[in-house]
Every structure is written in C-alpha cells, then in structure tokens.
C-alpha cells in the first residue's frame, strides 16, 4: 500500500469513525493514567478529617507485645523498647513515583500526604531524638514495599509492616477499605513505659505533622523517675 493510499484508507476510517485521524498521540494521553509525585506539596482543597471518637480509647491502653517486620530485616516489639518515649505514626500508605494516585484518594478525608509526612519525620528526626523519643513509621504495607520508600526518600529510621492486621486489631485502630485494601487512618501513638501516653487523631495536615510532635514534646518533658 503506497503512502497516498494509506492516508485514503485512513480518510475512509475516519469518516465513518474508526480512527481518530490526526488525534492518534491526544488519545492515547487520554488513556495514559496522569503521573503521581507523592514528594509534590499537598493540594489546598483536601477535605479535612473530623475526630469520629475512634482513638479514644487508647490514652492509657498499653502496647500489646507483638514482633512486627522492620524495613532493616528485623522483628520489633514496641512494647519493649527502652527510649523515654517510643512515637509511632500511623499512616495509610505511601505512593510511588511510577504508580497512578489510587482513584478517588484525594476525596477521603485524611489519606492524601503519607509520604510528606514521613519527609517530615526524616528531615526532624535529630530534633526528635534529642526530646529523647525513638521515631517508627507504621503501615499494613508489605516491608518490601516499605523498603522502596525508605531507599527512595532516605528515611534514618525503621518503619513496620502490620501486613496481617494484628497491630490494628490488638489495638482497635481506626481503618478503611480501599481497592480490596484495609489501610490504617492516620494517627500517631506516643509511648512512654510500654503505656499509650498520647494520641494525636486525626492528623492534619500530614506534612506538619512532625513539628506538631516535637511541640507537644517540647511542652511535656519526661519527667526523670
């Protein structure tokens, strides 16, 4: 077929609206799922979560003794660390580079900014550790995915998967289903002597999240026993 008679051919299609002629690259950018940067700064209309009153029951409770996967390819029971304070957030899930935003994310109340918030928690890690609190980063993720994370964003501390639910459940933590996925709601425990101290829930927004800990740290000092 010369080229003359292809561009007929495609004429033909065209007419009786078999092909897109002269649209082939704008639709298949319309097909093509938009680039997410989970690193790019939060939008401004997110919808912002209520207190539901589903935290609060863990003031007190203490930390059940349970070994979850760490990102360093190590078992951590957070009942059994012994920093002044141990601060644990919880967070839904992080996104990736080289994955679409899971539709109709943006629109639930407290999921967007997993990954802002832990950029949080990185770049005041040292402010934390000097308020005498060891940082853990939590999610029902698998370690390995937790582990791209980690690598991609150079977090310093360890993060854990509760791929299996039993941090959740032994605690009750607040969830919510998505695209066959059960995700923790964002929150975040401080821990003191194996005892749930404080619960910051919910949690907005994420990407000050860290300085809003350091703050109530900074204002309630670990009195020495």
């Known amino acids: ?5 292809r561009r007929s051919f495609l004429r033909v299609l065209a007419a009786a609206g078999l092909w897109p002629l002269g649209a082939p ?12 940067d989970p690193s790019a700064p939060l939008p401004a209309n997110l919808p912002v979560p209520v207190d539901d ?20 390819d190590r078992w951590v029971d957070l ?16 996104g990736r580079p080289d994955e679409p935003l899971l539709p109709g994310w943006d629109a639930i109340p ?11 928690f990185r770049d005041h890690h040292k402010d934390l550790q000097q308020l005498g609190a060891e940082v853990f980063g939590l999610s029902t993720q698998t370690t390995e ?15 854990l998967s509760d791929a299996d639910l039993a941090f959740v459940h032994a605690l009750r933590l607040p969830t ?10 964002r929150l975040t425990l401080v821990v003191s002597r194996r005892h749930i101290e404080h619960v910051f829930y919910p949690v907005f927004p994420p990407d000050k999240h860290a300085g809003e800990v350091i703050d ?5 000092p670990k009195r020495k026993s």
């Open 1 to 5: 077929m010369t080229r003359g008679t």
């Open 25 to 36: 690259s704008q639709t298949l950018r319309a097909q093509t799922p938009p680039k997410f």
């Open 53 to 72: 009153g589903a935290c609060d029951h863990l003031p007190g409770m203490a930390m059940p003794s349970m070994k979850l996967r760490s990102t360093r």
């Open 79 to 94: 009942s059994a660390q012994t920093a002044p304070r141990v601060v644990v957030y919880c967070y839904p899930r992080t």
């Open 110 to 120: 407290g999921a967007r900014g997993c990954t802002p918030e832990t950029c949080g």
């Open 145 to 159: 995915y937790q582990k791209e994370m980690v690598e991609r964003l150079h977090v310093p501390f360890e993060v």
């Open 176 to 185: 919510f289903d998505i695209q066959g996925m059960t995700l923790v709601k």
């Open 216 to 220: 109530w740290l900074g204002r309630n």
